[in-house]
């Protein structure tokens, strides 16, 4: 259809022109492509669409510093990895942000309690600590990364100093281009303010755009978890110790008998202060018989897979919020036009799977954790938040990471039908353009929203 039909088809000047409405198109209510002339196109709604998704995902991402030695390839291969795990699975990109974000806050009351100034560790200090910013040097060991409370456990012991960086040090070395951001912004804001505008007007939406406006919100949920974090930090500072880890094992006041820190360690010789939170790849395919240990030992990189340990309720409902919310937009193309019927009812299925697996998935995770019964008691949760606002994590030791296989089963289950769910919304918001109402091709009418006489 050229530009000429589908403005004559579209537009219908007065009662008298020739144009054809829309009650004569009750045999073929529906357009195929349709190019851009005085209202909008196929081309328009799908390159839209397509530029604040990418937008959304690629810019969201802050990832943990690579390794020295990796290169250009292998980091770009890897945001492009968690670029499509973010558009499949939302969800859980945020639950790691809301994760990462919490576990900073608790690193820095550790921080606090040393009565350090809020000028020389900040909240963007433990982000940068936390994603592998920093790296030590010891006497007998070539560097490796450290974590936060690694940092903060070794300066209360006077194994090292306190990292002579400030924040704004931190914030040159991160490639956070406010232009870009600026950018991002507009678009964004410019979409949301369409599709909003169009609900206003009462004209139809289509299935792409209702999924991108819920990328939107997520990735706006995401990118608040990660505002304080680095972005694309390449090179890490290098702390020095004047000590071995023998010497700081001995001065553990907790090291068993007998025992030296080398003789039992998973990622690094300092495994004993803080214990790492599990890594997918690292500890839950080697209970799938997938065993994927580290490349070098001791790691040369904070993985980005760590699962979060949200520990504060709020952290917890507010990630629960954010993906229910999310879960339910899909829902609200429950009576849009689709193409054929079958399309349709298979919408309607995975919007609703899509919200009933969420829901399972936190269930199976609060009984395992415990979190559900304790919820409720409220003496208990302000104990716990008093624990880790005023102590350090107790050092830790051979304690060996354990998923039940019932667990692995269900979450493998409630993965394996999310993800076909949400391939299908993925496919179908491209392959409904095919066939679209009339009307979705109408532009807004702006001066709707002028006031006038």
């Given at each position: 259809?050229?530009c000429?039909?589908?403005a004559s088809?579209?537009?219908?000047?007065?009662?008298?022109s020739?144009?054809?409405?829309?009650?004569?198109f009750?045999?073929?209510?529906k357009?195929?492509?349709?190019?851009?002339?005085?209202?909008?196109?196929?081309?328009?709604?799908?390159w839209?669409?397509i530029?604040?998704?990418t937008?959304?995902?690629?810019?969201?991402?802050?990832?943990?510093?690579?390794?020295?030695?990796?290169?250009?390839?292998?980091?770009?291969?890897?945001?492009?990895?968690?670029?499509?795990?973010?558009?499949?699975?939302?969800?859980?990109?945020l639950g790691?942000?809301?994760?990462q974000?919490?576990?900073?806050?608790?690193?820095?009351?550790?921080f606090?309690?040393?009565?350090?100034s809020?000028e020389?560790?900040?909240?963007?200090h433990?982000f940068?600590?936390?994603?592998?910013?920093?790296?030590i040097?010891?006497?007998?060991?070539?560097?490796?990364?450290?974590?936060g409370?690694?940092?903060?456990?070794?300066?209360?012991?006077g194994?090292?100093?306190?990292?002579?960086?400030?924040?704004?040090?931190?914030k040159?070395k991160?490639?956070?281009?406010?232009?870009?951001?600026?950018?991002?912004?507009?678009?964004?804001?410019w979409?949301?303010?369409?599709v909003v505008?169009r609900?206003i007007?009462?004209?139809?939406?289509?299935?792409?755009?209702?999924?991108?406006?819920?990328?939107?919100?997520?990735?706006?949920?995401?990118?608040?978890?990660?505002?304080?974090?680095?972005?694309?930090?390449?090179?890490?500072?290098?702390?020095?110790?004047?000590?071995?880890?023998?010497e700081?094992?001995e001065?553990?006041?907790k090291?068993?008998?007998?025992?030296?820190?080398?003789?039992?360690?998973?990622?690094?010789?300092?495994?004993?202060?803080?214990?790492?939170?599990?890594s997918?790849?690292?500890?839950?395919?080697p209970?799938?018989?997938?065993?994927?240990?580290?490349?070098d030992?001791?790691?040369?990189?904070?993985?980005?897979?760590?699962?979060?340990?949200?520990?504060?309720?709020?952290e917890i409902w507010?990630?629960?919020?954010?993906t229910?919310?999310?879960?339910?937009?899909?829902?609200?193309?429950?009576?849009f036009?689709?193409p054929?019927?079958?399309?349709?009812?298979?919408?309607?299925?995975?919007?609703?799977?899509?919200?009933?697996?969420?829901?399972a998935?936190?269930?199976c995770?609060?009984?395992?954790?415990?979190?559900?019964?304790?919820?409720?008691?409220?003496?208990?949760?302000?104990?716990?938040?008093l624990?880790?606002?005023?102590?350090?994590?107790?050092?830790?030791?051979?304690?060996?990471?354990?998923?039940?296989?019932?667990k692995?089963?269900?979450?493998?289950?409630?993965g394996f039908?999310?993800?076909?769910?949400?391939?299908?919304?993925?496919?179908?918001m491209?392959v409904?353009?095919?066939?679209?109402?009339?009307?979705?091709?109408?532009?807004?009418?702006?001066?709707d929203?002028?006031?006038?006489?």
């Open positions: 259809m050229n000429s039909q589908s088809n579209l537009i219908n000047i007065d009662g008298n020739t144009a054809i409405n829309e009650t004569s009750s045999n073929n209510t357009l195929h492509w349709v190019s851009q002339c005085n209202q909008r196109g196929t081309f328009d709604i799908l839209s669409c530029l604040t998704i937008l959304c995902t690629w810019t969201v991402l802050h990832l943990n510093l690579p390794a020295p030695s990796e290169g250009f390839w292998i980091i770009a291969r890897r945001k492009a990895k968690w670029t499509t795990l973010t558009l499949l699975g939302p969800e859980f990109v790691i942000a809301v994760g974000k919490g576990n900073a806050k608790r690193c820095l009351r550790c606090q309690r040393l009565k350090v809020a020389s560790w900040s909240l963007r433990s940068f600590a936390n994603m592998g910013g920093f790296h040097k010891f006497r007998d060991w070539d560097s490796f990364p450290i974590t409370r690694q940092i903060c456990y070794l300066i209360e012991n194994h090292i100093n306190l990292p002579q960086i400030t924040e704004q040090d931190i040159d991160s490639k956070a281009d406010g232009l870009a951001k600026l950018i991002v912004l507009i678009q964004v804001a979409f949301v303010i369409q505008a609900a007007q009462h004209l139809p939406i289509t299935t792409i755009e209702l999924t991108t406006i819920g990328l939107v919100i997520y990735t706006a949920a995401t990118y608040m978890q990660w505002l304080k974090k680095p972005l694309d930090i390449d090179r890490p500072i290098i702390l020095h110790a004047e000590c071995t880890i023998e700081i094992w001065k553990w006041e090291a068993p008998p007998g025992r030296n820190a080398v003789e039992n360690w998973k990622y690094t010789p300092l495994d004993f202060i803080e214990k790492h939170s599990p997918f790849i690292n500890d839950v395919l209970v799938l018989n997938q065993q994927r240990n580290p490349k030992r001791p790691w040369q990189r904070i993985p980005n897979d760590r699962f979060p340990h949200m520990v504060g309720d709020f507010c990630h629960f919020a954010v229910l919310l999310y879960s339910a937009i899909h829902a609200i193309g429950w009576h036009s689709f054929t019927m079958v399309e349709m009812i298979l919408w309607r299925v995975s919007s609703l799977l899509i919200v009933i697996l969420n829901l998935f936190v269930i995770e609060s009984i395992t954790t415990g979190r559900l019964a304790k919820v409720f008691n409220r003496a208990q949760r302000e104990q716990r938040v624990a880790l606002a005023t102590t350090l994590p107790p050092p830790q030791v051979d304690i060996p990471f354990s998923i039940p296989l019932w692995i089963l269900i979450l493998a289950l409630i039908i999310y993800t076909g769910a949400r391939i299908y919304i993925l496919v179908e491209f409904g353009l095919r066939l679209l109402p009339v009307k979705a091709y109408l532009n807004v009418e702006w001066t929203f002028i006031p006038h006489f």
